[in-house]
C-alpha cells in the first residue's frame, strides 16, 4: 500500500518568515495530493491540493509543487503569520473510484510573533 | 450551513466497559470516514462507507472494532472491551462523493481516554 512519509516533524519560523514542508510517497500511481491544516481542538481542514497533471499550484501565500519523477510534494508558506500556528498533514490517494486516503505523520508549526 | 457533527466530544471509560461513537455526516454526502488519531501522531484510517457499497474495513485494528452507517446519515463506531491503547481522538469525516474526486469534511473529533 501506500506510505506517506513527511518532515520536518516541526518547524519553528519567525512571523513573515517562509515555512517549507516535504512529504514523499510510495505508490507511483498515486495522482492526488492534499494538504490539511488542524487548528488545536479541531478536524484537519484541507487547505490546498494538487493533481499529477501539474507541477505546482498556487493560493495567495500557500503553494504546493509535485515532483512526480522524485515522488515527492512540497508545501510552501509565504509571510507567515502567527495564525499559520497549527498541524500540518500531507496526503496522497489513487484514482478512479474509491481509493483510500493516505496521511503523513504530520508537522507542528509554530509562527514566533 | 452544518458541518459534521461527532458526539460525544469526550468519554473516559474504564479498560473493558464498550463505548460507541456517534458521527453526523454533511447532508447529501454520500461517503463516509473513521480516523483514529493518538496523541501527536497522523491520521490513521480506520473504515470507510460508500453509499450502499460493502464498507472499507481494512484499517480496522482488531475485531473489537466495528462501525455502522444507516444508507447516507448518521454513523456509529464501537469499540468493545476498550483497552488503554484505544486511547486517541476519533475523527469521522465525510466526502460529497469517494476517494480522490472530493474533499473530506471533518468533525472536531471524539476524545476517547480508557483508564
Known amino acids: 500500500g501506500e506510505n506517506v512519509e513527511q518532515h520536518p516533524s516541526t518547524l519553528s519560523v519567525q512571523e513573515g518568515d517562509s515555512a517549507v514542508i516535504k512529504c514523499t510517497y510510495s505508490?507511483?500511481?498515486?495522482?492526488?495530493f492534499p494538504w490539511y491544516k488542524q487548528e488545536l481542538g479541531k478536524g484537519p481542514q484541507l487547505i490546498i491540493d494538487?493533481?499529477?497533471?501539474?507541477g505546482e499550484k498556487k493560493d495567495q501565500r500557500i503553494a504546493v509543487t509535485l515532483n512526480k519523477t522524485a515522488k515527492h510534494f512540497s508545501l510552501h508558506i509565504t509571510e507567515t503569520q502567527p495564525e499559520d500556528s497549527a498541524v500540518y498533514f500531507c496526503a496522497a490517494s489513487g484514482s478512479g473510484g474509491y481509493q483510500k486516503v493516505t496521511f503523513g505523520i504530520g508537522t507542528k508549526l509554530q509562527v514566533i510573533p | 450551513g452544518a458541518g459534521v457533527s461527532q458526539s460525544p466530544s469526550n468519554k473516559v471509560t474504564e479498560k473493558g466497559k464498550d463505548v460507541e461513537l456517534r458521527c453526523d455526516p454533511i447532508s447529501g454526502h454520500t461517503a463516509l470516514y473513521w480516523y483514529r488519531q493518538r496523541l501527536g501522531q497522523g491520521l490513521e484510517f480506520l473504515i470507510y462507507f460508500q453509499g450502499n457499497s460493502a464498507p472499507d474495513k481494512s484499517g480496522l485494528p482488531s475485531d473489537r472494532f466495528s462501525a455502522e452507517r444507516t444508507g447516507e446519515s448518521v454513523s456509529t463506531l464501537t469499540i468493545q472491551r476498550t483497552q488503554q491503547e484505544d486511547s486517541a481522538v476519533y475523527l469521522c469525516?465525510?466526502?460529497?462523493?469517494?476517494?480522490?474526486?472530493?474533499?473530506?469534511?471533518f468533525g472536531p473529533g471524539t476524545r476517547l481516554t480508557v483508564t
Open positions: 505508490d507511483s500511481a498515486s495522482n492526488y
Open positions: 494538487i493533481r499529477s497533471n501539474v
Open positions: 469525516a465525510s466526502s460529497l462523493v469517494g476517494g480522490s474526486k472530493s474533499e473530506q469534511y
